[in-house]
C-alpha cells in the first residue's frame, strides 16, 4: 500500500474551512484514497473515500488531484468537536488499512 | 448508522490473567477486525475474520486469539496477560468480503494489565 504524508498539526478558527493536505506520490490506479478521524479517546471515525473524482458528503469534501499524488480533506465550516488526529489512508482492495500517524487538528474558538 | 460495540470502555487486569474483550456489531457486516493502538505506533491489525469461524493473523497476533461463533460478535482474548499488552483496544467492522471496504470502528477499550 501507498504510503501517506501529512502535516503533524494545523490549527483551523471556528467557522472557518479546515483544509487538510495529503500527499501520497506512489499512489497506484486502483488504490483509494480515506480519511478517517479520531477524536481523544474514542475510536477512528470513518469521513470519506474517493478514487478519482472528488466526492461529498454531508461531513466533508474530498479533492483529488488530477495525478491522484495528492489531496485534500475540507471540512466546510470547522466547528470545536472536529478538534481530532485526521487520517489519510490509500488503500486497495485486498490489502489493509494503515493508519499512519495523521493530522491533529486544533479548531480555536 | 452502523453501530459497534465494545464489552467494556476501561479494564484493569493483573498479569497472567485471561482476559476477553467482546465486539458487537449490529449491521450484519461480514468482516471483523481487531487493533490495538498505542502512542508512536499507530493502529495494528492483531486478527481478523471474514466470516463466522474464520479468522485470519494480523500484524502482531502473537499472545492473542480470537473466536467468532456468531456473524455479528467477535471476541478477542488473551491468554495469559502481560504488561506489554497494556494498550487501547480498537475493534472494527466492515460489510465487503473484499478486506477494507470501509470500516466502523467502536469506542474502544482501554486494558491496563498490572
Known sequence: DAKTTQPT?????????????????????????????????????????????NETNEMASLIITEDRKSSTLIL?????????????????QGGKLIFGQGTELSVKP | DVKVTQSSRYLVKRTGEKVFLECVQDMDHENMFWYRQDPGLGLRLI???????????????????????????????????????????????????????TQYFGPGTRLLVL
Open chain 1, 9 to 53: 498539526s494545523m490549527d483551523c478558527a471556528e467557522g472557518r474551512a479546515a483544509n487538510l493536505p495529503c500527499n501520497h506520490s506512489t499512489i497506484s490506479g486502483n488504490e483509494y484514497v480515506y480519511w478517517y478521524r479520531q477524536i481523544h479517546s474514542q475510536g477512528p471515525q470513518y469521513i470519506i473515500h474517493g478514487l478519482k473524482n
Open chain 1, 76 to 92: 466546510p465550516h470547522a466547528t470545536l468537536r472536529d478538534t481530532a488526529v485526521y487520517y489519510c489512508i490509500v488503500y486497495n
Open chain 2, 47 to 101: 486478527y481478523f475474520s471474514y466470516d463466522v469461524k474464520m479468522k485470519e493473523k494480523g500484524d502482531i497476533p502473537e499472545g492473542y486469539s480470537v473466536s467468532r461463533e456468531k456473524k455479528e460478535r467477535f471476541s478477542l482474548i488473551l491468554e495469559s496477560a502481560s504488561t506489554n499488552q497494556t494498550s487501547m483496544y480498537l475493534c472494527a467492522s466492515s460489510y465487503d468480503r473484499v478486506i477494507g471496504e
